[in-house]
């Protein structure tokens, strides 16, 4: 085999007659299968074919993983259906040559293996997961708006059942090899250190390919209706079919079509015409790029925090500094008095529990790490400090007199303000370059983003070591400049107060909310309100939008007392954490872009204002800090598809009149 020269593979024989295939992409960090790289795995397959070997194992050559799924540059790069049905094709029918070649075949599995890397190991007769944190199993095709077509939709189901491999191809959640070995995903789970001679083991064992139990293979055969029927109602709860079909043709494409997606009629809703017509697939994916765009952004800094002093132990700082414990780092928690910090602790400790599952050991060494503070002592020793206390520029100001007689020189100093400019607050420092915003929002272990706001006189090394700490966090970081609201609730207090005029106008709550979450909105934005509480709203929109009224409906509640979720009582009724909902929620015409058109109007207002630094960041700045509809690919994206539409329609109808 040495006459193979090959960029991507390395072909090798052992003394056994394994022959062991390691995929190592060259010029990358990760192995994605791109054509050249398929390419080069079909050249392996012709010379083993030649002299066929007593056995096949595919494993990585790189530290970072398996295989982390396909090229998307190159898919991105395809401009119709048909560029697309080409790939599907060959890579269709080159592991369906995989699975039926007459050697043994395994595939060795350390960290990641993702989309066509799991559709791969699923052509071959077994697999071995390593057993370590990093090592995870998924199809996540459909958060990218597609479909696993290289056999996914008829490998996995046929492995682990349909219920079970629908639930991971119609979510993208990802597996550990621990739980892929209980569930029959993988025949093995073992340590790095024997997983070689396990691997030369299992694929010289003769030991026949799993098999479904027999209720299984009926489910997977005669029975599907059954199983389908439960998944269309459990997508149809979560999602619209004309804003994410993908999902839907998952579902069909293996009830109907054998998991085929080339065997899909071009007019059948589940087929790639019209899947990648609707456009959702296209934004996506775009929406995965920004993704990535801002996890590059702090690469090259070289500073890692390991302790931090959150300062204000309420729900958005002790949220923050449990986070910070949860993610390895020391935490020292100040307030007043160890009985205003005791609830975090707790709260923390619930949110630890649920995060490893009970395992008390790993409980207790995140605990450990969660340090009460009342008076202050870390202060001196943190690397990140950061304030968390009440909207007063007065309490603030006392507060960064203190904390900069005491830090260390070198220590960031940030606030998590939402509405206060960084240069009221730094201006009682003898060294405003060091006072930079680190903004989470509620809830913090939910919510992915992280505003790091620029003030007039942040030092742009401050900044870009916040930019690392929020990355180290495993948050998103969107660099902004100081203004009020940022963007995020700049974007959001327009919105939310145009949707308070609809209800002065007559429009129920529940007929405001029902027509967001069609569009696709994660909650309604008078669910919204009340989560956020309705006093909140009310002052943080007089400010961000200027408005000289308030609406009346909101300045009613307001005067009650009846503030939202905090008090059981706003627009709705809570219980049970839950908002009840009893009113009609018609669907409106015309609803839905009256309360978008003020959103997009302040997103562009800051993009125009060098708020953010371009469309493209706002966009990500708004899905990933408002949940604003991802389908869309953002706001700026999505209007500027709308208005293009628009535009060329107008001028189909005026070409279709004047011929």
Not at 56 to 85: C, H, N, P, R, T
Not at 132 to 148: F, W
Not at 494 to 509: K, N
Not at 527 to 534: F, I
């Amino acid at each position: 085999m040495s006459e193979l020269s090959l960029r991507h593979w390395h072909l090798r024989r052992d003394g056994q007659g394994i022959a062991w295939a390691t995929i190592d992409v060259a010029d990358s960090a990760a192995n994605t299968l791109g054509s050249e790289v398929l390419r080069e795995f079909a050249q392996v397959l012709d010379v083993l074919e030649a002299e066929p070997p007593k056995g096949m194992v595919i494993q990585s050559g790189k530290a970072a993983g398996f295989i982390a799924g396909a090229d998307l540059d190159e898919y991105s790069k395809i401009g119709d259906v048909a560029g697309i049905k080409v790939i599907v094709a060959r890579n269709w029918a080159l592991f369906n040559r995989l699975e039926a070649v007459t050697w043994p075949t395994l595939a060795l599995i350390r960290g990641h293996c993702m989309g066509g890397g799991l559709e791969l190991s699923l052509a071959c007769v077994y697999r071995i997961a390593i057993d370590e944190p990093a090592t995870r199993m998924a199809l996540p095709e459909v958060m990218l708006g597609i479909t696993p077509g290289w056999g996914g939709m008829l490998r996995l189901p046929r492995t682990i059942g349909p219920a079970a491999a629908l639930d991971m191809m119609l979510t993208g959640k990802q597996i550990d090899a621990r739980r892929a070995r209980r569930m029959g995903l993988v025949d093995e789970c073992v340590p790095p250190r024997v997983m070689e001679n396990a691997a030369r083991m299992l694929v010289l064992s003769g030991q026949p390919r799993r098999r479904l139990s027999r209720m299984q293979a009926w489910l997977n055969g005669p029975l599907k209706f059954i199983v389908a029927s439960g998944a269309h109602r459990q997508v149809a709860k979560k999602a619209r079919r004309e804003n994410y079909p993908a999902p839907f043709a998952i579902i069909d494409t293996w009830q109907h079509f054998n998991g085929n997606s080339l065997g899909v009629p071009p007019a059948h809703p589940a087929s790639l015409e019209h899947i990648f017509a609707q456009g959702t697939a296209r934004n996506l994916v775009r929406v995965f790029f920004l993704q990535q765009r801002l996890k590059a952004l702090g690469k090259g800094t070289e500073f890692a925090a390991r302790h931090v002093h959150v300062i204000g132990a309420g729900v958005m700082g002790g949220d923050i500094a449990a986070w910070c414990a949860l993610r390895g780092l020391t935490v020292t928690l100040q307030d007043q008095s160890i009985e205003r910090i005791a609830p975090a602790i707790q709260r923390a400790a619930q949110g630890f529990s649920k995060k490893y599952r009970g395992d008390r050991k790993q409980v207790r060494f995140a605990l450990d790490r969660l340090i009460a503070d009342p008076q202050g002592n870390g202060v001196t020793q943190a690397d990140v400090i950061i304030e968390a206390i009440f909207e007063n520029l007065d309490a603030k100001h006392a507060l960064f007199r203190d904390l900069e007689a005491r830090a260390r020189p070198d220590a960031i100093l940030a606030t998590n303000t939402s509405s206060l400019r960084l240069e009221d607050i730094g201006s009682v420092l003898a060294r405003p370059e060091r006072l930079v915003g680190i903004h989470f929002f509620n809830p913090v272990a939910q919510m992915p983003l992280v505003e790091v706001v620029e003030g007039e006189r942040t030092d742009a090394n401050v900044l870009s070591r916040a930019v690392a700490f929020v990355r180290q966090l495993d948050k998103l970081p969107l660099p902004v400049k100081s203004a009020p609201g940022f963007l995020v609730n700049a974007v959001l207090g327009p919105y939310l107060l145009e949707a308070m005029r609809c209800i002065d106008e007559g429009h129920s709550p529940e007929t405001i909310d029902a027509t967001m979450v069609r569009f696709g909105m994660p909650m309604g934005p008078i669910e919204l309100a009340d989560t956020v509480g309705l006093d909140i709203a009310l002052a943080t929109g007089k400010a961000l939008t200027g408005a000289s009224e308030a609406p009346r409906a909101l300045q009613a509640l307001v005067t009650e007392g009846k503030l939202g979720r905090k008090t059981g009582t706003g627009f709705y009724v809570w219980e049970d954490g839950h908002a009840r909902k009893e009113g009609l929620s018609d669907s409106v015409p015309g609803l839905t872009e009256r309360l978008l058109k003020p959103l997009v109007a302040a997103t562009r207002k800051c993009v125009a204002a060098g708020i953010v630094s371009d469309a493209d960041l706002a966009d990500a700045g708004v899905i990933f800090g408002t949940g604003f509809a991802p389908w869309t690919g953002g706001p700026m994206n999505h209007f500027a598809s709308s208005e293009e539409s628009s535009h060329n329609s107008e001028h189909s109808s005026k070409d279709r009149i004047t011929a």
